[in-house]
Structure formats: C-alpha cells, structure tokens
C-alpha cells in the first residue's frame, strides 16, 4: 500500500521541485504533473509527485494521517476528524469526491 503525503512546493527545477511536508523537505520528481510553482500543493508517493492538490485537501489529508498515525501509537481518536468522513457524506458529496 502506498501513502500520498501533501507536500508544498518551495522551489521548482524544471521536473524536479524542492518540496516540505509533514517536516521534511525532498526533491520531488514532477514530470506526471506538469510544470509547477513555488506554492502549489502536490500529493506525492514515493518520492514522484502524481496529482496537484488544493490547500482544503492538503489540509484534509494530512488531518487524515494525524488520525493514522495517533491511532499507531494508541492514542484516543478524537470526535470530530475536522473533515466530513465518507461515511458521512452525502450522496451528492459522495459523486464530487469520487468524480462519478
């Protein structure tokens, strides 16, 4: 299985960008997006970037990992996720999420 992890462009080096997130900083490939800006969001796996992301889902999806990674170290889940869970969406919701 393999993890996406919002990452933020600091600096862009023709397909390759300077990225932090989640407290690190790597050189990313971004030849599967096109050309980038310092700035732009990017969900990257293994070290490629695959899909430009906006702030709301960078935000969602690192709110996700934090759940993840509190519930590896045994941690209380919180009440509320901070975001609308796929369970509790709405049909509606469920068709814009999923692009159907």
Known sequence: MCIG???QVVEAD???ALCEGRGERRR???ALVG???SGDWL???LDDARERIDTDRATEVNAALDLVLG???GLEAQEDAGFAL???MSPEQM???TGA
């Open 5 to 7: 992890i919002p990452m």
């Open 95 to 97: 068709r814009a999420l």
């Open 43 to 45: 969900l990257v796996f």
């Open 86 to 88: 796929p369970s509790q």
């Open 71 to 73: 519930a590896m170290q």
């Open 35 to 37: 050309e980038v800006s």
């Open 14 to 16: 023709g397909r390759f």
């Open 28 to 30: 990313i490939n971004t």
